[in-house]
């Protein structure tokens, strides 16, 4: 249970960012590589939100 909350957690943070801040999310290399870099980079936040929610807890 705890996990899903840190999920939660995370996606609520993620949704947030990218509401206020979506610059920072927009794909400036169009190239799949790009592409796939972004989307490890949010992974990444993603996994580290979790990580520093479950700490918390």
């Not at 796939?36 to 700490?55: C, E, N, P, V, Y």
């Amino acid at each position: 249970m705890a996990s899903s909350q840190a999920e939660n957690a995370a996606d609520n943070l993620l949704a947030e960012l990218i509401k206020h801040q979506p610059e920072l999310f927009q794909l400036r290399d169009c190239s799949p590589e790009g592409g796939r870099a972004l989307g490890d980079a949010i992974i990444a936040l993603r996994l580290k939100l979790i990580d520093m929610h479950q700490s918390q807890g």
